[in-house]
């Protein structure tokens, strides 16, 4: 079983969500996320200063197995991307939930929190895909 | 519940994570196939390819049965071990599977016989094939499933296995040439792979593989699962069977002119009729080498566009760990010249078109 922190929040497309308190969440994807892609090679974030709405294609993670979309959990705009995966996209594999960040949003609707899962949820999420 | 080799146990030991790979449960990796590719670019690492099928084929009329069934002609193999990578072709010179046989025994002998590696996905289909035009031929086809198929490929590989080997082994070792394999007792170890890189593949019996496999993983050779020979053939730019050709491709669109022995004209081969058609025509598409130098992975399937020539498909693609960028093979319009773009997830990005070949030994060969 991956780990799944139970301080965040999760959305069943494998994206974690880290409420920051502020009025902004940062987002990654799980170590489940990242044990299926295997070896990240190029991680494409969208620029500062854009927005998405809920299940937007937030970004793209490249695996030398395949591409796979980054879907927005929530509403927002890009307050700031991670600059280190440019160059070192492997800290998606190996610090998933720390400096393998993607971006951090500031939200528009705070109710879309009430539609993200917990861990225990998110967990029950990965167990029905095995 | 897929089939097993004699190492899947050793797989689950060693953290491999196991996927079915055309009926075998097979390692796609054991933690990182990046990390495992440039583990044997820069030294060395091993592969289990237990799951691929050897045949063995005995008989007086073994040679002659080989030359019909093959597009290459084993009558080039002149001493006991030899290697030939060739075609196994159908009548319109479609390639049916793509192999390795080795000369056995003692060629020219009556005490000559062969033995074929075919790939595991295409098993049946070719044994099929192969016992269909055996009819006319005295030849005695046997599958060889206790044998276990260990890959040891990267600069140190020989090296290495040489520490773990008993002295008649390793004296087998001794002064063997590229592409070429020497038999140990039950054991034949060959100077073959599919990582361009050196090394052996090693065929000895599965009761004895856990026992090698560990010797090597003490001996310092990564574990490498099926991920990194993927990637590492690619940019050897070495065709996988069913993505870079498969039964409705010639070989003459697949990078494999080379394999063909037109010479003895007299030989009549299986598809050789058709193949020469094709040459006299004209084929019109090959298989190509697409460097994509900037951001993004090519894959198979996606549209090649040719500006002014017409279109292509990528047939394998991915990132190339030694290069830190993509690459990737493709079947173009023969028109194609040194550029091309490919649609990328909607995308289309400038690649560069180069003879499909990316690394070898350990180095990059493009400009």
């Known amino acids: 079983m991956s780990n799944i922190p139970a301080e965040l929040k999760y959305v069943s497309s494998h994206e974690w969500i880290r409420l920051e308190g502020d009025g902004t969440v940062t987002i990654g994807i799980t170590e489940h996320a990242q044990d299926q892609l295997g070896d990240v090679v190029f991680v494409e974030l969208p620029e500062v200063g854009t927005t998405f709405s809920l299940s937007d294609d937030l970004g793209v993670v490249e695996s030398v197995k395949a591409a796979s979309d980054l879907y927005a959990p929530l509403s927002g705009e890009v ?24 971006v951090k949003l500031k939200l528009e609707d705070e109710s879309e929190l009430d539609g993200l899962l917990s861990a225990e949820g998110y967990a029950e999420v990965c167990e029905s895909e095995e | 519940m897929g089939q097993k080799t004699a190492l899947y146990q050793q797989h689950i030991d060693m953290g491999g994570k196991l996927v079915d790979f055309g009926g075998w449960n097979m390692p796609l990796h054991y933690g990182s196939q990046k ?104 030849v005695a086809l046997s599958e060889r499933p206790e044998m276990a198929l260990i890959a040891i490929q990267g600069p140190q590989a020989i090296d290495k296995v040489r520490t773990v080997l008993n002295d008649s082994q390793r004296s087998s070792l001794q002064d063997l040439s590229v592409f070429q394999g020497a038999p140990a007792g039950e054991w034949f170890l060959a100077r073959t792979g599919y990582t361009g890189e050196d090394g052996l593949e090693i065929m000895l019996p599965e009761t004895e593989a856990v026992q090698f496999w560990q010797d090597l993983a003490a001996a310092g050779v990564t574990p490498c699962g099926l991920g990194a020979r993927d990637t590492l053939r690619l940019e050897a730019g070495m065709n996988l069977y069913g993505s870079d050709m498969d039964e409705t491709v010639s070989p003459l669109a697949a990078n494999m002119g080379w394999t063909i022995a037109w010479e003895p004209q007299e030989r009549q081969f299986i598809g050789r009729q058709a193949l020469e058609t094709q040459r006299q025509q004209g084929v019109q598409e090959k298989l190509v080498g697409l460097v994509l130098a900037g951001r993004g992975v090519l894959r198979g399937h996606q549209k090649v566009i040719v500006e002014g020539v017409g279109e292509g498909e990528v047939t394998s693609g991915s990132f190339a760990p030694t290069l830190g960028h993509s690459v990737a093979l493709a079947r173009v319009p023969v028109a194609t010249g040194d550029r091309a773009e490919v649609d990328l997830r909607g995308k289309r990005v400038e690649v560069s078109v180069i003879k499909p070949c990316f690394v070898r030994q350990g180095k990059k060969v493009f400009a």
């Open chain 1, 79 to 102: 307050v700031e991307v991670n600059p280190e995966l440019e160059d070192s996209p492997e800290l998606v594999n190996s610090d998933p939930y720390g400096d393998g960040w993607f």
């Open chain 2, 35 to 138: 990390e495992e590719h440039l583990q044997v670019r820069a030294t060395a690492g091993m592969f289990d390819v237990s799951h691929m099928t050897v045949v063995d084929v005995k008989g007086s009329d073994a040679r002659d049965y080989l030359r019909y069934l093959l597009a290459n002609d084993v009558e080039r193999l002149k001493t006991t071990g030899k290697a030939l990578y060739t075609a196994m072709l159908n009548e319109d010179a479609g390639v049916i599977d793509d192999l390795i046989v080795y000369a056995m025994g003692t060629p020219g002998s009556s005490g000559e016989w062969y033995r074929l590696v075919v790939n595991c996905g295409t098993r049946q289909k070719d044994l099929d094939w192969m016992d269909k035009h055996a009819g006319r031929f005295e």
